[in-house]
């Protein structure tokens, strides 16, 4: 593959690399606190305009593009982020200090979900066909012939995720969903890691060449000013928004879009606590072992991920004490870790430093944060009362800590999993000799609150699967009822449209009475596969 000797620090408009006049911006290495270069355009409103109706344009061209055609184009772009080899990852792992290891990782995800998200769009029966016959013979009125599918939206504007440059980034799951239910994306760089989502495009835009499609198919915009991400959102033109971060940046693009005079969807991920309870039979039977594992997860990737489990109930018990301490001297073990920026250290002190200014909340390990981005474990414990009553005891502290909540009874656990509710997992850890009724309250009172149920392991190590749902309820998204992860992904970005008394040539092809795409379609209230 023909690669680039160096970054440019451009956009990606319409097939091409544009330097912009908005000013510039630097990614900085977390590790040594210097600046890193090239130096990167900011977005204009003229930038923004350019690479939405480039966007649209490649829309109209590619509306009829067989699913075959998008898996090959994903599959490519996987090849040759694989190609990248060492460039990509010591490029991200100068701009984010995660590990290579950690990287290696991360890439074999990201290119296993675009074979995945190109594997649905190849059989496609994502698009959830029915047909419902008309009968013109019906009395007292003729049943018209009614078609519905699911039809892509359009142009999808994509931002990037700190915490996962690869999965999240420029060639993430928001950007293969996207592309995979056929539609065209704009990503908005993340101003961390610029230059890993210059690689990424580089890629994309190859692989577009290769298969000679527009080349607005694609655009990446750099830039770190919310002014860019606004007029991304106002644009007109923009049909849908994916978005991974802060609880304060998704509401507020959720509110422009909201305001804009035709709205639009935005599929924002946004904060969770991701409750852990571990029910008195647990905690006699393997506390230690949960103690473990629960610190690995908490503090795992610098506690980085969106899974974390940030708030852990426990049913004051003859082991509780013990489970708390044992949790702790776990937790004090584990050295300071880097974290990806100075604006994610910033936000984690300020949560834990507020902690123990409520009354009531014991501060077993007190995390440290120096340098411009080291953090260590901090470990915080209330009582049930006191955590209902303090809802900034609910804010997310984005980083490794966790807070404790010590309930009297059932009772209070049960209400304490409820003030916790919109979160995108809850799990239970549960003994033999637990009693199950007990143990299916608490799972009940968790699902009414989460997107992903997890029974005795730990939320951290996200499957990427058919059967994922990485989701929940507000606050931890702006849309319960879809997945950022697994192939429900696709259906995002796109619109049921339904065909009444169409003529068959007229029909896109899944709807056609042939089946010439072989896809599986309900067909008069039965499945046909």
Known sequence: METRDSLTGRHLIAGEWVTADGGRVRAVNPVTAEPLNPAFCQATELQVDAALRAAADAAAQTRGLPGADWAALLDDIADRIEALGDTLMIRANEETALPLARLESERARTCFQLRLYGQEAREGSWV????????????????????????????????????????????????????????????????????TDELFAEVVLAAIRAAGLPPGLFGMLQGATAESGSALVRHPLTEAVGFTGSLRGGRALFDIASSRPRPIPVYAEMGSLNPLV???GALAERGDAIADGLSQSITGGVGQFCTKPGLVLVIEGPDTERFIQGLKARMAAIPAGTMLNSAIQTGFRKVTQGFPGVAGVKVHLEPSCSGYTDATPGLFEVDASTFIARPELREEAFGPAALVVRCRDLAGLLDSIAAASGQLTGTVHAGASDDLKVVAAVADALERGVGRLVYNGYPTGLEVCRAMMHGGPYPATTAPATTSVGTSALVRFARPVAFQNTPDALLPPALREANPLGIRRMVDGVLIA
């Open 128 to 195: 959830d066909a029915v047909i419902d016959h008309g009968d013109p013979a019906r009395q007292p009125l003729p049943k018209p012939d009614v078609r519905r599918m699911l039809r892509p939206l359009g142009p999808v504007v994509v931002f990037d995720a700190s915490n996962f440059p690869f999965a999240y980034g420029g060639c993430g799951g928001d950007t293969a969903s996207a592309l995979a239910a056929g539609n065209p994306v704009i990503v908005k760089a993340h101003p961390g890691h610029p230059g």
């Open 278 to 280: 571990v029910l008195p």
